[in-house]
């Protein structure tokens, strides 16, 4: 499978069903150590005159000290009728304590010196530009009693704004 490099604003299809429909991978590291986990929280736009993609990870995932030591990581986006299961594994299983970089069903590559996954839609290269952990006192009450039953003030997702480096497209 080859990609080729497009505009972010050349994206097709909605964002917001590109995420909650069709699932992400946030992956972060490098070739001998990275860690992959499934997202559908997230969005892209335009911040600071730039292209953007906003993601949000817990600090109890794996992939949060990859998200906290790198700059750059990426977010691969697939259609939703494809590789559900694969997508599943990363989104139900932890790099604590299994080795995500070796496991079936997807495929990992390098791209512009981050790893992304060969079976995606679009990957976008990402840097960060903006991080920061919601406040539990800003958190809505029916969001903090859905969402977020049963997790500890310390544990609510991090959101990265970053910027869009690069955008590939499934050739
Ligand atoms: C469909 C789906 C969407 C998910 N979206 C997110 C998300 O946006 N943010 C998040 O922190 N966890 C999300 N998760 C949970 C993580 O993918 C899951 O906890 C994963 O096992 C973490 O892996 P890690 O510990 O190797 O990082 C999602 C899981 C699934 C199945």
Excluded at 105 to 112: A, N, Q, R, S, V
Excluded at 141 to 153: L, P, W
Excluded at 157 to 168: D, G, K, V
Aim: glycine content about 6%; hydrophobic content about 35%; aromatic content about 12%.
């Amino acid at each position: 499978m080859s990609f080729k490099k497009i505009e972010p604003k050349h994206i097709e299809g909605n964002v917001i069903a590109a995420f909650d429909n069709g699932w992400g991978l946030v992956t972060a590291g490098t070739e001998d150590n990275f860690n992959a986990m499934t997202i559908s929280w997230g969005q892209m736009g335009c911040l600071w005159n730039r292209p953007v993609c906003t993601v949000y990870i817990r600090p109890c995932r794996h992939t949060y000290s990859f998200t906290e030591a790198n700059d750059r990581f990426t977010v691969s986006l697939f259609d939703p009728t494809e590789y559900r299961e694969p997508l599943m594994f990363f989104g139900t299983k932890s790099g604590h304590d299994t080795d995500k970089m070796h496991a079936p069903g997807l495929t990992h590559m390098e791209i512009d010196g981050c790893i992304a996954y060969k079976e995606a839609k679009y990957v976008l290269v990402v840097k960060k530009l903006y991080s920061q952990q919601f406040d539990p006192a800003l958190v809505p009450e029916e969001v903090r009693t859905t969402n977020y039953k049963g997790v500890a003030d310390d544990d609510l997702h991090r959101q990265y704004i970053c910027l869009i480096e690069a955008a590939y497209e499934r050739a």
